[in-house]
């Protein structure tokens, strides 16, 4: 026969409260049982004593007639030995006579357990029995076997077992509350030793959730011993991963650098007459959407990788003003950034350099007297506006101004490649770049993921 398996809690902490709550009941179910018996035993110590006493006192006192009959030298009928069918009875016989206390009204009482022999004789102590009185009340007796004038006499001493069960009875009334609130006392403390004792798990599981989501960048060493080798062992394998994305990311960017441009270069230079049927044409799209698609698919998977780090985007916009402002200082335009100091980006560095340098470069290109800068905040992500007071981009030209090699005014300088990588590089951290004639002037927007970077 199989006994049933009882469920296990899933968790550290139901496990160590389940544990402990059946230690304590255990616990506490013994410690009863015992102070139970403790009680039991001072209490029957104590009825033997008053039995053993009026036991001496009887035969202290008792002696032999010239008849042979037994005699008490004094009345020994003091309470409570003196009240009628109270249990409480004392009893001498002898081979020729029998005397008995005034509660016993001139009944005999019969002790159970073993004939007397010579080792009760020779103990000189009484010994312990169990009978019943005449009306069926259970009695707890002594009886000492003794010699007077070489004649054997029986001297027994009994009291109601209610005087041995009520006293330990009684103490259970205290005895049962008390080990109760003591054993919801033990509950209430193991379980809140087992919350402050699992707390620092818990908030090692929040800082490694903070890591993932990019608001962290390496766990936090703790004050707990135990947990610093693991926070270091976590801290280690980031640092690592963070190595390997970075050498893997040098790989993509000198494939992109090394594959598309001349890709893109040999779409351009193809036309009718030396692709007459767009056979070459249709290959070299081929191979640049192959590109596209690989170069995405890791990339991809390094910029969520790379989503752990954080960049503040006002110190990255003023050094791109700065070299920009240098490289078109002939046009003296008026440059206003609008952007918060504290405004952090969950991108890579060099990607917030690459999407915004190729944006803030066309607005300086085509500005006439200013560039504004400016960002809001929505959602998770931030909005950045760069306007420019250039002429703009017909609205049925817009889409095309991301064609890669695209160039919508073949007299300013430019490769056409920059709103294309700008606009590519952004979606794969899930933002948006757009183009938009306004009244302001011709703006730029782009759209990044926002971070709530905690320092480590």
């Not at 496990?15 to 015992?34: N, P």
Request: charge should be neutral.
């Amino acid at each position: 026969m199989r006994w049933p398996r009882l469920s296990r809690p899933s968790s550290i902490a139901g496990r160590l409260t389940a544990f402990s709550a059946v230690f304590v009941a255990g616990a506490i179910l013994v410690a009863s049982v015992i102070l139970w018996l403790i009680v039991a035993g001072v209490v029957r110590e104590q009825i033997d004593q008053r039995l053993d006493t009026q036991i001496e006192g009887l035969r202290s006192g008792l002696t032999m007639s010239e008849n042979g009959q037994l005699m008490l030298a004094s009345q020994l009928d003091g309470p409570p030995f003196d009240r009628p069918n109270s249990g409480w009875y004392w009893q001498i016989k002898s081979e020729t006579s029998t005397i008995s206390s005034r509660s016993l009204e001139r009944r005999v009482l019969k002790p159970g357990g073993r004939p007397a022999d010579w080792r009760d004789l020779a103990s000189a102590r009484p010994r312990p029995g169990d009978m019943e009185d005449d009306n069926g009340r259970r009695l707890y007796t002594r009886t000492l076997f003794t010699r007077i004038n070489g004649q054997p006499v029986q001297i027994t001493a009994s009291a109601p077992n209610a005087a041995l069960t009520d006293p330990a009875f009684r103490s259970l009334m205290w005895l049962v509350p008390a080990m109760a609130f003591l054993g919801i006392t033990l509950l209430i403390g193991t379980y809140l030793q087992v919350r402050f004792g699992l707390k620092p798990l818990k908030r090692l599981t929040a800082d490694i959730g903070e890591v993932s989501a990019g608001n962290r960048s390496t766990l936090p060493e703790g004050d707990v011993e135990e947990l610093k080798p693991v926070s270091k062992e976590i801290n280690r394998l980031i640092a690592l991963n963070e190595r390997r994305l970075e050498e893997a990311r040098i790989h993509f960017a000198n494939m992109a650098h090394g594959l598309k441009t001349p890709v893109a270069s040999l779409t351009l230079g193809l036309n009718d007459d030396n692709d007459t049927n767009g056979g070459l044409r249709d290959l070299v799209q081929r191979i640049d959407r192959r590109i596209r698609h690989h170069l995405a698919d890791a990339r991809k998977s390094a910029a969520g990788q790379l989503s752990s780090r954080h960049v503040l985007l006002r110190p990255r916009l003023d050094d791109l003003i700065l070299v920009l402002s240098n490289i078109y200082r002939d046009k003296a335009l008026s440059i206003r950034c609008e952007v918060e100091d504290q405004t952090s980006l969950r991108c890579d560095a060099e990607d917030v350099d690459e999407v915004l340098g190729n944006l803030l470069d066309n607005a300086f290109k085509w500005a006439s007297t200013a560039v504004t800068v400016s960002s809001v905040r929505k959602g998770g992500f931030v909005e950045i506006t760069m306007t420019d007071d250039g002429p703009g981009i017909s609205e049925d030209r817009i889409n095309e101004a991301f064609q890669p090699g695209m160039r919508l005014d073949e007299s300013i300088q430019g490769s056409g490649f920059g709103l294309g990588i700008s606009k590519e590089i952004t979606e794969l951290y899930g933002g948006t770049v757009r183009l938009q004639n306004s009244e302001s002037g011709f703006q730029a927007i782009v759209t990044l993921p926002i971070s709530s970077h905690i320092s480590s």
